[in-house]
């Protein structure tokens, strides 16, 4: 949760008054658990969902979800028409496996940030993975940026809150 | 503006770490952020 790509968003959406909610999947932080490969932490983030609109009245919702997290998050898209959309950072999908980009895929809006200089979640392979989701759809490429996207954060919470505003408007 | 709420998330027998802002402002998408925990990783 206090990872700086993520802290770097949620300081800029909190910032500019926006709600949000960031949280440790489990066995990370302070959160109980363990690490479970994914269907666990996919659980995780169907119940922040269902606590930000059943407890918080939220009626809209989107998701930013960052490498891990956004296999994860991002995965989570169509659990709920809440959800209108997401924001996927350096998405790993050569070592997550098919799965984690089928439950992606949406007729939701999409926006993809990726690192050109990123060899976990691999740039080369980039547009092959982009290429396969539905529109609406777009992608921000960081020049210079790795998967850790040091020295990034601020250019990444940028395209995200540009994308948050694109959405509402 | 409000602050920043630590707030626990019960998932069954799991209990979530969160931290939550809530806006002002009225009638406005949540932005949920998921963060990146995967354990081989540092700064999580």
């Known amino acids: 949760m ?15 008054n926006i709600s949000c909610l ?23 983030t169907k119940a922040c969902i269902n606590f930000l609109v059943n407890e918080q ?23 709920s028409k809440t959800i209108i959309g997401y924001c996927a950072i350096s998405f790993p999908w050569d070592f997550m496996g098919p799965e984690y ?3 992606s895929q949406s007729e939701k809006p999409k926006l993809f940030i990726q690192g050109n200089r990123d060899t976990l979640a691999r740039y ?9 989701y539905l529109e609406p759809k777009k992608y921000r490429i960081i020049d210079g940026a790795d ?3 040091s020295g990034y954060e601020q250019e990444v919470a940028k395209e995200a809150y540009e994308f948050y505003i694109s959405i509402i408007e | 503006m409000r602050g920043i709420e630590k707030v626990f998330i019960n998932n069954n ?5 969160t931290e939550l802002f809530l806006s002002s402002l009225e009638n406005l998408p949540m932005a949920t952020l998921v963060c990146h925990p995967h354990p081989q990783f540092c700064g999580i």
């Open chain 1, 2 to 16: 206090y990872n700086n790509v993520v802290s770097g968003i949620f300081n800029h959406f909190t910032q500019n």
């Open chain 1, 22 to 44: 960031r949280f440790n999947f489990r066995g990370v932080g302070n959160s109980t658990g363990d690490h479970s490969n994914g269907m666990g932490e996919l659980s995780d």
């Open chain 1, 57 to 79: 009245k939220c009626e809209k919702l989107l998701i930013f979800g960052y490498s891990y997290g956004a296999a994860i998050g991002c995965s989570a898209v169509n659990y």
């Open chain 1, 101 to 103: 980009k089928n439950l």
């Open chain 1, 124 to 132: 080369e392979n980039f547009e092959n993975h982009y290429n396969f």
């Open chain 1, 147 to 149: 998967h850790f996207y």
């Open chain 2, 13 to 17: 027998d799991i209990r979530l770490e």
